[in-house]
């Protein structure tokens, strides 16, 4: 019965608000400093607080521009515990800000910080391992959210790092496997997607490309099966079936045969960023201009369903989903 919301205010404060859904009416506000300012250059797709907030058995995470993790409690807007990596771990505050979003698995929190990968425990906050390692580079920690599964019986957490997609030990952060990953200066953005026992990524600069794992004699091996100039931007792509449907840095969207890697269809211009949900047989995505579009998820063409301009304003921040509500998070609102 309540949707979480973040912000930065005044060039200064990152701001968490809860509201209750059917009413709309403010629950608690919870404010830390903690702001700061992305490069001229990058201005244009938002000077403000990235990452989407993770709630998980009663406590709110989220991630502040300065690589800085706040836990909340989810009712009240209690400050529980916070971990500022750059003071603790000296690593460089990130350029662009902390853009991966925190995940919960049991009790424990994975994020993409501190240039690097980091567990921590939920209920304090500690830091129960710190791998994949590379200081950060020119722009700080990659931007993709990790996930876990689980291969040849095996569950493991999946990242994509600055340089590469990795498989880690989710007891203690070794690397079970890892393959590179070219990105223009380390940007990788996307979450990548599995499929069977391999992943689909999509990299800013670099590409899209599939790497099929194999297991033999207790070892991993990853393999490179194709690879194309198709760039997705910032939008993680819908895998549905066998086909990618994934948003494009040239602003266009297009729908990729994962197991060959050829693209059935691709459309025209649309907004710089989309977010996107799925049903399992249709897709509803957000563009960055306030637009919301409804299509199906048809190999063959891009088949429209519906448009609705709902917002004047921008509209960053992904779609949200539940019980038959849909969040829609405007700049002005």
């Known amino acids: ?11 200064k404060w990152e701001v968490a608000t809860a509201f209750e859904v059917v009413t709309g009416k403010k629950l608690w506000e919870t404010k830390w400093e903690g702001s700061t300012s992305v490069p001229f250059f990058a201005r244009s797709n938002g000077d403000w607080i990235r990452a989407t ?5 009663g ?5 502040g521009m300065r690589d800085m993790l706040v836990c909340l409690d989810a009712k009240t807007g209690k400050k529980i515990w916070s971990r500022d990596f750059p003071r603790e771990l000296k690593s460089a505050v990130p350029t662009f800000g902390f853009v991966s979003s925190p995940l919960p698995v049991g009790d424990a929190i994975f ?14 906050g ?8 590379d200081g950060g580079g020119m722009y700080g920690s990659a931007f993709s959210s990790p996930t876990v599964t689980t291969f040849f019986d095996q569950k493991q957490l999946v990242v994509q790092s600055r340089t590469a997609l990795a498989g880690l030990d989710l ?4 690397v079970l496997w890892k393959e590179k990953t070219p990105a223009f200066r380390g940007m990788n953005i996307l979450t990548p997607c599995q499929y069977k026992n391999g992943f689909f990524a999509s990299t800013y600069g670099g590409g899209s490309f599939f790497f099929q794992l194999s297991k033999e004699q207790e070892k991993y091996q990853v393999e490179e099966t194709w690879k194309t100039t198709v760039q997705g931007y910032m939008s993680t792509p819908i895998l549905l079936d066998k086909y990618a449907y994934l948003h494009l840095r040239n602003q266009r969207v297009t729908c990729i045969d994962v197991e060959t890697g050829k693209q059935t269809w691709t459309t025209r211009p649309y907004g710089k960023y989309w977010s996107m949900l799925s049903d399992g047989k249709r897709i509803l995505a957000l563009d960055s201009g306030g637009k919301l579009l409804l299509f199906n998820a048809s190999p ?9 301009q709902i917002s004047d304003s921008s509209t960053w921040a992904h779609l949200a989903h539940t019980d038959g509500y849909l969040f829609v998070r405007a700049l002005d609102k």
């Open 126 to 133: 500690k830091i129960l391992w710190h791998s994949l390692k």
């Open 53 to 57: 907030p993770t709630l998980h058995q």
């Open 171 to 174: 007891e203690n952060g070794s």
């Open 111 to 124: 994020v993409q910080a501190g240039g690097g990968i980091i567990k921590l425990a939920a209920n304090d």
């Open 300 to 308: 063959e063409k891009f088949d429209l369903v519906d448009s609705r």
């Open 1 to 11: 019965g309540i949707v979480y919301t973040t912000e930065t205010r005044d060039r």
């Open 59 to 63: 406590k709110l995470y989220v991630a």
